[in-house]
């Protein structure tokens, strides 16, 4: 490949040089109607989750940054279920083509191929089942064929290749072919640099290659790999690009499973505290989904689980054991030893030590949530405060509110949810009863230990409980002389 002439100018690339990097002449090709067998699971294996994503779903953000003219995934297995997730992922030119019976990799291409368009000229194939696929590795694909071999294919050496498929190098050291583990010789098997299953190849001769596949090997199938031997037969180099273990690997049992999840972990993680400025006590008992956003200065105690798109402001604190799902938590909050779903926290809020924020919690600027509270579908005011040992839902509650030490709102009838309101600077007291629908006035009171049926007025103090009775030296008068 020529360097670069840095003293031209260059107004705009000629078509060559386009050939370095991914344009609209590109496909791209998703292989991902396998069952997966060996998942041993009722649920298609590109629908499994990694750190919060599908499988399929990952290739796709690899494949998003790039700028090809056209993506198409095959699908087959539980069709419907991997369809509507791939239209989920939002990618510009997606759709999906059949592969009824899955008669192996190279039959999966086949059925693509018709549905490419007019200006392909490039097609990528990737498996669906490589989630730690990265944007730079497909890069080195095109820079590899460099406008000048028809074809690349990236491999990794392995310190342990069983289940690749193995490239088979000539004595020159270009690759020759592909041979499956089941269909290679004993010398074939000890060959440690396995294939990824990605290839970047010129449409003419990949339409060509597919036409004259065979299944005469160990599965029966029409193995995509087949196309390598193909193309070498008819004099095509294909350019070998060696990337680590650690972005190619495909995930074919629940153990691979459990290994991706943690890399991709780790990355994430990486990221947070090398380039954001997150404090991580303990990475080992962090689990962060790899949509979830941590800002500056943020810290995560040991045993916090945060996923689908949880974000934590600068300079939060979270955890220990926090699990927060699709949360919002402000800056400066705190939340400790909490479970919770679909909350916001707002700045500076305290939440726990052992809360149960559920769905449509939105706790405002300066609030506090403490020991032992569940809340459910609430909005609360700045500094208000819910400390200990309650049950809030279906709750409006204004600023400045007190709602003290075992207040439940009493919202189902057995049939029906009602609704709470209590105003700003109101003061529920302890153990009070709120039997829904029912208003606590701006500043009103509830007395401790009431069952309040009835709206109480702005200022008022309602009290709604039995008066107690006393009766003297009750004990020295009974029978048995207690
Ligand atoms: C494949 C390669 C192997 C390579 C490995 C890399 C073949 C024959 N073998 O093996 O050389 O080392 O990937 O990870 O290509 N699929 C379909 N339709 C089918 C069969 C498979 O869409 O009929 C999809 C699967 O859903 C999966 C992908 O193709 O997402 C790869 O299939 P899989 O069975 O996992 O292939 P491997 O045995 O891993
Ligand atoms: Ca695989």
């Known amino acids: 490949m020529p360097a670069p002439d840095q003293t031209a100018p260059t107004p705009s690339l000629p078509d060559d040089d386009a050939h370095h990097e991914a344009a609209g002449d590109v496909a791209v090709v998703v292989l991902a109607a396998g069952k997966g067998t060996r998942f041993r699971s009722d649920l298609a294996k590109v629908l499994h989750r990694a750190a919060g994503r599908t499988l399929v779903h990952h290739v796709l953000e690899a494949v998003r940054p790039l700028d090809v003219g056209q993506v198409v995934v095959v699908v087959g297995h539980q069709a419907d279920e991997v369809g509507a ?243 919002d938590v402000g800056p400066d909050a705190t939340v400790h030893s909490t479970r919770a779903q679909d909350a916001v926290v707002g700045e500076g809020a305290e939440v726990g030590p052992f809360a149960h924020l559920r769905p449509g919690t939105r706790l405002g600027v300066a609030t506090k949530v403490g020991a032992y509270v569940e809340t459910k579908n609430v909005q609360v005011g700045e500094r208000s405060k819910i400390p200990h040992l309650a049950y809030v839902g279906d709750t409006r509650i204004g600023t400045g509110v007190n709602v003290a030490c075992g207040v439940i709102t009493v919202n189902y009838d057995g049939r029906n949810k009602h609704r709470t309101t209590i105003e700003d600077d109101a003061f529920v007291g302890c153990d009070t009863m709120l039997v829904a629908p029912v208003t606590i006035g701006r500043g009103a009171y509830t007395a401790a230990g009431s069952t309040i049926t009835d709206d109480v007025p702005p200022g008022s103090l309602a009290i709604a409980r039995s008066r107690q009775v006393v009766k003297e030296d009750w004990v020295a008068r009974q029978d048995d002389g207690r």
């Not at 059949?98 to 999966?108: E, I, L, N, S, Y």
């Not at 392995?158 to 041979?179: C, E, K, L, Q």
């Not at 003419?204 to 995509?224: I, K, M, P, S, V």
């Open 85 to 327: 997730e791939v239209e989920a992922a939002g990618l510009d030119g997606l759709s999906t083509v059949a592969q009824v019976d899955q008669r192996g990799t190279g039959h999966a291409v086949q059925q693509a191929m018709p549905a490419l368009a007019e200006g392909i000229r490039r097609v990528l194939i990737l498996p669906g089942d490589t989630p730690l696929l990265t944007p730079d590795a497909l890069r080195g694909l095109f820079t590899a064929t460099g406008g000048e071999v028809p074809a690349s294919m990236l491999t990794t050496v392995f310190d342990d290749p069983t289940g690749y498929g193995r490239v088979i190098r000539s004595a020159d050291g270009s690759v020759d072919r592909v041979v499956e583990q089941r269909d290679a010789t004993p010398d074939e098997l000890e060959v440690r640099e396995g294939n990824a299953g990605m290839y970047l190849v010129d449409r003419g001769l990949l339409d060509d290659a597919l036409t004259r596949l065979g299944d005469d090997n160990a599965q029966g199938e029409l193995y995509l790999t087949d196309i390598v031997g193909i193309l070498r037969g008819d004099g095509h180099a294909i350019a070998p690009v060696v990337a680590p273990e650690s972005v190619i690997a495909g995930v074919n049992d629940r153990a691979q499973l459990a290994a991706a999840a943690a890399v991709l972990r780790e990355r994430h993680l990486d990221h947070l505290l090398r380039e954001v400025g997150v404090t991580v006590v303990d990475p080992v008992t962090t689990h962060l989904d790899v949509d979830v956003e941590v800002a500056r200065d943020a810290v995560l105690l040991p045993g916090t689980i945060l996923e689908r798109g949880t974000r934590i402001g600068e300079r939060a604190v979270v955890g220990p054991n926090c699990h927060l799902t699709a949360c």
